[in-house]
């Protein structure tokens, strides 16, 4: 039976604002190692047995990243089974039931292992001998969680408790995990009661990875949430192919109810489910769901004094601290159990111990209406990536960068006028029923109103200076005609 990879990558990560916003979330950074989250997650079944007929990842992400999953995706060579795009999330349980619709039209029937994308597993060896014990209980009609083994007494997450151990499925395989029943899920405890759990040995975290068969999810997703499963059936059958994605169908999708893996199915089913009975995989494996600052300095090298930096950092008398410096330089003296992270618009100084408020300050942002909780002041595009420079009472400067081959939409302003200048590379600009051609330290003009497209149609990355001047400069007022990437009609 095929083992399906589905990969979660709906999440916006918002605990670790101001480096994760929600066009550039963290499952797309490279937080632990010199690969995003998402890459390391794709290529985790990596030479997995033989045995088990692995099938490329189905991925379920929000329609805003799907150009920068493609292109995380095309530079690690993953060609993707499918990449399903949802309007806006609905968490895990409707994602993993549009990936069991999606592969139920594919196939009779397969494994899938739901997988969220911003999670870091440093010992490969042990996690897929974990998922090939997991591969046969979903055989025999289990439905399978993987729990993490607990290194310390965490309020943050939820808990399984173990039940009574299951035969071994892969006798032959010695590193092979233990399988238990699974007796029941727990919420997130105060810190006497998680102490008591890491004391007893008959509990694990909540990973929120979980194996089975797609009929199996659409089964019990029917029994317990049927709503989620009526609007994600709609949803797919009633999508649309659009170039390399899945594009759900938004209007059935919009009533789908907001739930969990574990709230809608996996915490109503009991040991004694007769067609499905839930079983736990205990992992020990290097997990970090990275979930905040304090989890992401565990995750990563320190120095002597427990210290983790990257980028222009002075330090001195630091103990235990975290500090990442994307633009500036960083200063900081006689400090203990500290966050500062520093970007283009935004710096974060949180103590340890309030690290998981950091989603306070996104809820702050969002009632003020700005918009740095949203993007960066470096914002990719298919076709490259724009980064504000300075802006003022009605003008505004980016510096724009092309790709080889790439080009703008043919669009066109209501309220701005624009001046290119190229810094390098070579620019083909059309301008209404105008084509001309300009080179480095040349410039052209673009009038308010007037159809315009930038391209570049050389080898080499196209670099220029965009200078906008106008009443109003914000990125709505645009107006697409035609467009590579299926976005006219857009203002995104």
């Given at each position: 039976?095929?083992?399906?990879?589905?990969?979660?990558?709906?999440?916006?990560?918002?605990?670790?604002?101001?480096?994760?916003?929600?066009?550039?979330?963290?499952?797309?950074?490279?937080?632990?190692?010199?690969?995003?989250?998402?890459?390391?997650?794709?290529t985790r079944l990596n030479g997995i047995s033989s045995d088990i007929p692995l099938s490329p990842p189905l991925?379920?992400?929000?329609?805003?990243?799907?150009?920068?999953?493609?292109?995380?995706?095309?530079?690690?060579?993953?060609?993707?089974?499918?990449?399903?795009?949802?309007?806006?999330?609905?968490?895990?349980?409707?994602?993993?039931?549009?990936?069991?619709?999606?592969?139920?039209?594919?196939?009779?029937?397969?494994?899938?292992?739901?997988?969220?994308?911003?999670?870091?597993?440093?010992?490969?060896?042990?996690?897929?001998?974990?998922?090939?014990?997991?591969?046969?209980?979903?055989?025999?009609?289990?439905?399978?969680?993987?729990?993490?083994?607990?290194?310390?007494?965490?309020?943050?997450?939820?808990?399984?408790?173990?039940?009574?151990?299951?035969?071994?499925?892969?006798?032959?395989?010695?590193?092979?995990?233990?399988?238990?029943?699974?007796?029941?899920?727990?919420?997130?405890?105060?810190?006497?009661?998680?102490?008591?759990?890491?004391?007893?040995?008959?509990?694990?975290?909540?990973?929120?990875?979980?194996?089975?068969?797609?009929?199996?999810?659409?089964?019990?997703?029917?029994?317990?949430?049927?709503?989620?499963?009526?609007?994600?059936?709609?949803?797919?059958?009633?999508?649309?192919?659009?170039?390399?994605?899945?594009?759900?169908?938004?209007?059935?999708?919009?009533?789908?109810?907001?739930?969990?893996?574990?709230?809608?199915?996996?915490?109503?089913?009991?040991?004694?489910?007769?067609?499905?009975?839930?079983?736990?995989?205990?992992?020990n494996a290097g997990w970090s769901d990275v979930g905040s600052w304090p989890s992401l300095l565990d995750a990563?090298?320190?120095?002597?004094?427990?210290?983790?930096?990257?980028?222009?950092?002075?330090?001195?008398?630091?103990?235990?601290?975290?500090?990442?410096?994307?633009?500036?330089?960083?200063?900081?003296?006689?400090?203990?159990?500290?966050?500062?992270?520093?970007?283009?618009?935004?710096?974060?100084?949180?103590?340890?111990?309030?690290?998981?408020?950091?989603?306070?300050?996104?809820?702050?942002?969002?009632?003020?209406?700005?918009?740095?909780?949203?993007?960066?002041?470096?914002?990719?595009?298919?076709?490259?990536?724009?980064?504000?420079?300075?802006?003022?009472?009605?003008?505004?400067?980016?510096?724009?960068?092309?790709?080889?081959?790439?080009?703008?939409?043919?669009?066109?302003?209501?309220?701005?006028?624009?001046?290119?200048?190229?810094?390098?590379?070579?620019a083909r600009v059309i301008r209404d029923d105008e084509i001309i051609l300009i080179s480095e330290n040349q410039?052209?003009?673009?009038?308010?109103?007037?159809?315009?497209?930038?391209?570049?149609?050389?080898?080499?990355?196209?670099?220029?200076?965009?200078?906008?001047?106008?009443?109003?400069?914000?990125?709505?007022?645009?107006?697409?005609?035609?467009?590579?990437?299926?976005?006219?009609?857009?203002?995104?």
């Amino acid at each position: 039976m095929l083992l399906q990879p589905v990969i979660l990558s709906g999440g916006s990560g918002t605990r670790l604002w101001p480096l994760s916003r929600e066009h550039f979330p963290k499952q797309l950074l490279s937080l632990v190692g010199a690969c995003s989250m998402l890459q390391d997650t794709l290529t985790r079944l990596n030479g997995i047995s033989s045995d088990i007929p692995l099938s490329p990842p189905l991925i379920v992400c929000n329609e805003e990243h799907r150009f920068l999953v493609a292109e995380q995706m095309r530079q690690i060579n993953v060609v993707p089974r499918q990449l399903i795009l949802e309007p806006f999330g609905r968490n895990t349980a409707p994602a993993l039931t549009l990936a069991a619709f999606s592969t139920l039209k594919l196939d009779e029937d397969c494994i899938l292992l739901a997988m969220p994308a911003d999670h870091v597993i440093t010992n490969i060896a042990a996690f897929q001998a974990a998922v090939q014990v997991g591969y046969r209980l979903a055989q025999e009609n289990h439905i399978v969680a993987f729990g993490i083994i607990p290194a310390r007494a965490e309020v943050g997450y939820g808990y399984i408790q173990i039940g009574q151990p299951l035969p071994n499925t892969i006798a032959h395989l010695a590193s092979a995990p233990q399988a238990f029943t699974l007796k029941a899920f727990v919420e997130k405890p105060d810190q006497e009661t998680a102490q008591h759990y890491l004391e007893s040995a008959g509990y694990l975290w909540n990973s929120g990875m979980f194996m089975l068969r797609a009929s199996a999810w659409i089964a019990e997703i029917s029994n317990y949430a049927p709503e989620i499963e009526k609007t994600c059936y709609q949803a797919i059958s009633e999508g649309v192919q659009d170039g390399d994605f899945f594009r759900i169908n938004r209007t059935a999708f919009v009533s789908c109810p907001h739930d969990s893996i574990d709230y809608a199915v996996m915490e109503k089913l009991t040991a004694e489910s007769p067609a499905h009975s839930p079983a736990v995989i205990p992992l020990n494996a290097g997990w970090s769901d990275v979930g905040s600052w304090p989890s992401l300095l565990d995750a990563n090298p320190r120095d002597e004094n427990g210290n983790m930096i990257r980028g222009d950092v002075l330090l001195e008398d630091i103990r235990d601290t975290l500090v990442l410096a994307e633009h500036r330089m960083v200063a900081a003296i006689g400090l203990k159990d500290l966050m500062i992270i520093e970007t283009a618009d935004a710096v974060l100084v949180v103590h340890k111990e309030h690290a998981q408020n950091v989603k306070n300050i996104v809820t702050q942002l969002k009632r003020e209406g700005r918009e740095e909780h949203i993007k960066h002041q470096k914002v990719y595009r298919p076709w490259g990536y724009y980064e504000s420079i300075d802006f003022g009472h009605r003008f505004q400067v980016k510096r724009i960068m092309v790709n080889p081959g790439a080009s703008l939409s043919l669009q066109m302003h209501h309220h701005r006028a624009e001046h290119w200048i190229v810094v390098t590379g070579t620019a083909r600009v059309i301008r209404d029923d105008e084509i001309i051609l300009i080179s480095e330290n040349q410039s052209t003009y673009i009038p308010l109103g007037v159809k315009h497209r930038l391209e570049n149609p050389g080898k080499l990355p196209l670099e220029i200076i965009e200078i906008q001047s106008g009443s109003y400069l914000a990125e709505d007022d645009i107006i697409r005609f035609d467009d590579h990437y299926g976005r006219a009609g857009q203002s995104y």
